[in-house]
C-alpha cells in the first residue's frame, strides 16, 4: 500500500509541484505522503474487527535495497494519539498481526510510513547526522502526524453529522485543514502587486485537492473488505483532471 502510495505521488509529481508550486523539500515530501496515508487510514479502522492470520502479508513495507527503504529503523513506531488514526507499537510480527484487524492494519501503514519518512530524512540530513538529531525530526514528524490526523477526523465527523449545519460546512473545513497541512497557510499575508493571480490559482488548485480527497475516500469505501484485507485497493486516482 505505501508503494503504491510513493508511486502515485511520482506519477502525479507535475500536480503537486509544479501546479501547486509545492517547494521540493523533505516537509512536503512528509506532508504529501501523510495525506495520502489520513486518506486510506479510515477505511482500514472500518474494517471488521477479526483476528488477522499470523500468516497473512498485511500492507508491505519497500522492498529491502529500494529507494526510501529503511533496513534498521531507530524511529520509534508513532504513539498513540487522541484521535483514532491508528496507534504505533515498538513490536512488529505476531505481535501486531495477532491484533483485529481494523487496529493491525492502520498499525501496520503507519509504521511503513514512519519507515519511509525516516529514510528520505536520513538521505536529507546526510549520513553523517547524529542519531539524536534524527529522533528529534522524528518525534516533530510524529507530532505533525497527530495533529493532522485529529484535525482530518473533525472533518470526518462533520462529514458524518446528523446535523445539516455541521454536514454543510465540513467541505469548508476540509479545505482549511489542506491550506494549513499541505499548502502551507499561503494567503495569510496581504499579496504583493502581481501576486494576485497566484492567490487565486491556489484557491483552484485547493478545490481540486478537496475533491481529490473526497473522491479517493469515497472509491475506498466502494472497495470490499476481502480485497482490502489482501491489499487489493486498486489505482490511486489523478488529483487533476
Known amino acids: 500500500m505505501v508503494r503504491g502510495i510513493v508511486e502515485s505521488i511520482e506519477r502525479d509529481r507535475a500536480f503537486w509541484y509544479d501546479q501547486c508550486t ?4 523533505y516537509q512536503t515530501f512528509f506532508q504529501l505522503h501523510l495525506l495520502y496515508i489520513l486518506i486510506l487510514l479510515p477505511r482500514l479502522r472500518a474494517l471488521p474487527a477479526a483476528t488477522a492470520s499470523t500468516e497473512h502479508p498485511i500492507p508491505e513495507p519497500l522492498d529491502p ?3 526510501g527503504a529503511s533496513p534498521a529503523s531507530s524511529t520509534p513506531s508513532p504513539a498513540s494519539s487522541g484521535s483514532e488514526s491508528g496507534s504505533g507499537s515498538g513490536g512488529g510480527g505476531t ?3 495477532s491484533k483485529p484487524l481494523h487496529e493491525s492494519y492502520p498499525t501496520e501503514l ?3 510510513f514512519f519507515e519511509l519518512a525516516e529514510s528520505e530524512m536520513r538521505q536529507v540530513l546526510g549520513r553523517g547526522e547524529r542519531e539524536r538529531v534524527v529522533r528529534k525530526y522524528m518525534d516533530e514528524m ?3 502526524w497527530r495533529g493532522a490526523g485529529a484535525g482530518l477526523d473533525y472533518v470526518l465527523g462533520l462529514t458524518g453529522s446528523e446535523e445539516v449545519a455541521e454536514r454543510a460546512k465540513a467541505d469548508s473545513e476540509l479545505a482549511s485543514w489542506v491550506w494549513r497541512n499541505l499548502l502551507g497557510s499561503r494567503g495569510l499575508t496581504v499579496p504583493s502587486e502581481g501576486e494576485g493571480k497566484s492567490e487565486e490559482t491556489m484557491g483552484e488548485n485547493l ?3 478537496v475533491r481529490f480527497v473526497r473522491r479517493e475516500m469515497a ?3 466502494r472497495i470490499s473488505d476481502a480485497d482490502v484485507i ?3 485497493i486498486g489505482e490511486w486516482g489523478a488529483p487533476a483532471p
Not at 509545492?22 to 523539500?25: K, N, Q
Request: aromatic share 0%.
Open 142 to 144: 510524529g507530532e505533525q
Open 219 to 221: 472509491r475506498l469505501d
Open 110 to 112: 503507519l509504521q511503513h
Open 207 to 209: 478545490e481540486l485537492v
Open 65 to 67: 535495497g529500494a529507494p
Open 230 to 232: 489482501n491489499g487489493n
Open 95 to 97: 505481535a501486531v498481526l
Open 22 to 25: 509545492l517547494p521540493p523539500t
